[in-house]
């Protein structure tokens, strides 16, 4: 072991005495007891949906000569939102696992930054539907050292976060802007914020501020995980500033030295 934790027991002994006992934890039990409540968040994760798709399939069972056409819709369509959640989780999760394998940034190339925040805009408005106003600022032209598909990861988590706790009639804000040694990609809204006590633990894995509210919205729990993984493969920080019923802004900066132009 390379580190380790001394754990303290405080033991009941009698009216006013109490026994300590203290015990050292590995670093290998650490990871162990890691290990184990991250299968039991999967298994949690994975059994909400999978309890869904099931009630409505018997309910498809036990009434197929009775109900409607419309009503088989309506519970198959639910099924089916329910499945596309479990696979985005398992998605996510192998995302995770990539990256986490601590292999260094594939195929690393000039990155088109303009032509992938107007990818972003694109899928973040048809999130929003129309119920938000978007906009984007970024320079004409903007490349920048890393690897396409990890950096549209992190535009896309955190533009899509921000219409997902924005109520209808919010604004967001999408931009590209260099800040001396450093270039920052940051997105603004005008959403439901988030508490101090809950910014410093928001890229844990399944961390969540509203439980309910991201299980409304289809999130997976694993999007800001998989944000400051990649982030820390290009060099790059998570900034993340926010007050309850005001907005959140998040910025992901990343060494000046990794534009390409
Ligand atoms: P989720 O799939 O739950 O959105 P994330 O890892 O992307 O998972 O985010 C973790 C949590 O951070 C969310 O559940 C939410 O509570 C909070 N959060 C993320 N982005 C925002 C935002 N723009 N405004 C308010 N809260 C946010």
Known sequence: PTSRTLMVHVVPFSEDMRLLLSEDIT???????????FVANVSHEM????????????????GLDDLEKDDVHHYLGLAFEQAGRMQRLIQDLLTLSALESGAPVAH????????????????????SAGRHTLDLECP??????????????????????????TPAGGHIRISWRQRGAVV????????????????????????RVD????????????????????????QGDLLIDSE??????????????????
Not at 108 to 127: G, R, T
């Open 27 to 37: 670093q290998g039990q650490r990871l162990e007891a890691m290990r184990r409540d």
């Open 47 to 62: 059994r909400t949906p999978l309890t869904v798709v099931m009630g409505f399939l018997e309910t498809l069972i036990d």
């Open 108 to 127: 690393e190339e000039p990155v088109d930054i303009v032509a992938l925040l107007e990818e972003v805009y694109q899928e973040a408005s048809v999130v």
């Open 140 to 165: 004409p032209k903007a490349h920048l050292l890393g690897n396409a598909k990890e950096l549209y990861s992190v535009f896309a988590n955190l533009a899509i976060n921000a219409v997902r706790y």
């Open 184 to 207: 920052d990609y940051s997105v603004e809204d005008d959403g439901i914020g988030i508490a101090p006590e809950h910014i410093p633990r928001l890229t844990e894995r399944f961390y």
């Open 211 to 234: 439980r309910g509210r991201s299980r409304e919205t289809g999130g997976t729990g694993l999007g800001l995980a998989i944000v400051k993984h990649v982030l820390s493969r290009h």
């Open 244 to 261: 309850p019923g005001r907005g959140s802004r998040f910025t992901a900066s990343f060494p000046a030295r990794r534009l390409v132009d």
